[in-house]
């Protein structure tokens, strides 16, 4: 048949035909229902073309293909989100040039050369991790010095 | 509260809790009124306020009537937080009323109304399905196989309700409720009377507020169960389906092309980029039989091995068979139509400038650089030698001294 194109839109796995027309309806519901799968099948398997000939990454569960963006466009049902005014400390920063930086869980230590985390257990840079530590006076109880 | 002149009217209803009537009325009493319906144009004010206890959890949907603005929470039912406060004089007439709307105050609350507040890509409409006053035993099959059909993404309603007449113009007000209440864009209403036998309503929604309706009658209905195939081939729940629509009649035809458009919308599950193939399973058949009369299948894939990386396709019935006879229809006004065809302007994809790609040198950039006006321009005289001769200058100088000192 020459009208086999049929309008594809992968993005929703839609197939239509809109060429095809009943010229007598069949008179027993089950081959009307025959017919009917018999075009479906055809569609279906033209949509199946499209899709199993896109570019797929393998995965364990089966190939994953990237579908595009649908072509039939469907009413939102809700209106777009509104932009929010900025808040003032937005603006504060704004205007003195205040950029937000995130802190990284792990940062290099340059005395081991070695990678070790911000806070907690074996710390960079810990105060305590010194290895001489001078002492105080009101250290007096805890240090026993024998002084001649 | 009470101002003089003032109507004020309280609702409370009872989804299922067990409310008694002095709970509601404690509620009345503790309240200050949250919502508030501004009806301007009447020659008083009437303030109606309706509290919705939903659940034990004790989330209260409080409203106005009819379009409910935000929502109250509180803890168990018997309290609910006032949303609203309003100020008002007594005086009936055109006075504007101030209000203050308050934002919800815990973690989880805000987190409830975030979910859903609208988005800038949106996907996985919700359907609500409910009956009428009157529905018969075929319609009851065809409400619980949608909602099997659509299972995760759609809550049925087993009550009937009277006041739900979708193509009257005051029959919507519950639906649009509903609609607000389980955050609901698509519905299907069933009911069944002499005139429009095994009658089904669906509709979507925008913003909360009716969108476009196909009123469709049922005929030849097969039900789920009626089928009988392998176990394997069953489809699952959540799949997403394929669609196949036939007949001119689709292109042709207004209330055919609006009734593909709901059908898609209604079926198609979420809107994903990423896809198992393997997965596919399930397929709706639509075919056009006349210019008002469309069968509908749905039936499951299997898929067979043929030589080629394409799988040979195979359909099997599975699921519900209906014939729908497009009785009315509603379409859309024209700037609702506008407003939620509206595209956001950040998902417009922009254009790369000034870069382009060559098979020989692969990714070209061009730079387009202001005339320098290279050699047109005057040097400042600030060469270095100028401080070696102030240095020898000084030197020389010194020298001077002290030949005069010695």
Same mark, same amino acid.
């Given at each position: ?8 839109? $992968? ?25 009917? $799968? ?5 569609? =279906? ?5 499209? $899709? ?18 649908? %072509? %039939? ?6 209106? $777009? ?25 792990? =940062? ?41 | ?16 809790? /067990? ?7 404690? !509620?009345?009493? *503790? ?8 009806? !301007? ?32 929470? #509180? ?18 007439? &055109?006075?504007?009323?101030? @209000? ?12 409830? !109304? ?5 988005? @800038?890509?949106?996907? #996985? ?6 009956? /009428? ?128 458009? +709901? ?15 393997? /997965? ?8 056009? @039989? ?24 195979? @359909? ?6 209906? *014939? ?48 320098? &006006?290279?050699?047109?321009? +005057? ?22 001294? &002290?030949?005069?000192?010695?």
């Amino acid at each position: 048949m020459a009208e086999q194109e049929y309008e594809i839109d $992968l993005g929703n796995l839609m197939a239509f035909d809109g060429h095809h027309h009943f010229p007598s309806l069949p008179s027993s519901r089950e081959e009307l229902v025959k017919a009917c $799968l018999e075009k479906g099948t055809k569609l =279906v398997q033209a949509v199946a073309d499209a $899709l199993f000939n896109l570019p797929s990454i393998d995965d364990p569960d089966g190939p994953i293909v990237t579908l595009p963006q649908p %072509t %039939t466009r469907l009413p939102r049902e809700k209106p $777009l989100p509104k932009k929010k005014p900025p808040t003032k400390w937005e603006l504060f920063a704004q205007k003195k040039g205040i950029v937000q930086r995130k802190k990284d869980k792990v =940062v290099f230590d340059e005395q081991t050369g070695t990678w070790k985390r911000r806070h907690g257990y074996d710390r960079v840079n810990d105060d305590n991790d010194v290895p001489i530590i001078e002492a105080k006076a009101s250290d007096g109880k805890y240090l026993t010095c024998r002084c001649f | 509260m009470t101002s003089i002149g003032m109507k004020m009217s309280f609702l409370a209803a009872d989804m299922g809790v /067990g409310l008694t009537a002095t709970d509601s009325r404690t !509620v009345a009493n *503790d309240l200050i009124p949250t919502v508030v319906d501004i009806n !301007v144009n009447a020659p008083g004010f009437e303030i109606v306020f309706l509290v919705l206890f939903y659940g034990s959890t004790g989330i209260t949907l409080v409203g106005e009537y009819p379009n409910p603005v935000g929502y109250g929470y #509180g803890y168990g039912y018997g309290t609910a937080l006032p949303l609203l406060h309003g100020y008002w004089d007594g005086f009936g007439g &055109q006075r504007r009323i101030m @209000l203050q709307i308050k934002t919800p105050k815990t973690g989880r609350s805000k987190r409830e !109304v975030q979910k859903r507040a609208p988005k @800038l890509i949106e996907s #996985g409409k919700k359907t609500l399905i409910l009956h /009428g006053t009157k529905t018969s035993d075929v319609l009851n099959v065809i409400l619980s196989d949608i909602h099997h059909l659509k299972k995760g993404e759609s809550i049925k309603y087993s009550r009937k309700n009277d006041s739900i007449r979708p193509f009257e113009s005051g029959g919507e007000t519950s639906l649009e409720f509903f609609s607000l209440k389980t955050d609901c864009s698509l519905f299907v209403f069933g009911s069944h009377s002499k005139k429009r036998p095994n009658n089904l309503v669906i509709g979507r929604t925008y913003d909360h507020h009716i969108y476009d309706l196909v009123e469709l009658g049922v005929e030849n209905f097969k039900s789920m169960e009626s089928f009988s195939y392998g176990r394997k081939l069953a489809p699952q729940i959540g799949s997403k389906p394929l669609f196949a629509f036939i007949g001119e009649g689709f292109e042709s035809v207004e209330e055919l092309k609006h009734l593909k458009e +709901v059908l898609l919308d209604l079926f198609r599950g979420e809107v994903v980029s990423n896809l198992n193939i393997a /997965g596919l399973d399930r397929v709706y058949v639509c075919t056009a @039989l006349s210019s008002n009369k469309v069968l509908f299948t749905h039936c499951a894939l299997r898929l067979k091995k043929s030589g080629t990386i394409v799988p040979r396709m195979e @359909l099997v019935e599975v699921g519900p068979s209906m *014939d729908l006879l497009v009785r009315r229809h509603r379409l859309p006004e024209e700037s609702l139509r506008k407003e939620s065809m509206k595209k956001a302007h950040e998902l417009t994809k922009k254009k790369e400038k000034n870069v382009s790609r060559d098979s020989i040198q692969g990714k070209i950039g061009k730079i387009y650089m202001p005339d320098q &006006q290279v050699g047109e321009k +005057v040097l400042p005289n600030k060469a270095k030698g100028v401080k070696r001769e102030r240095r020898e200058a000084k030197m020389k100088g010194e020298a001077k001294r &002290q030949k005069q000192d010695s």
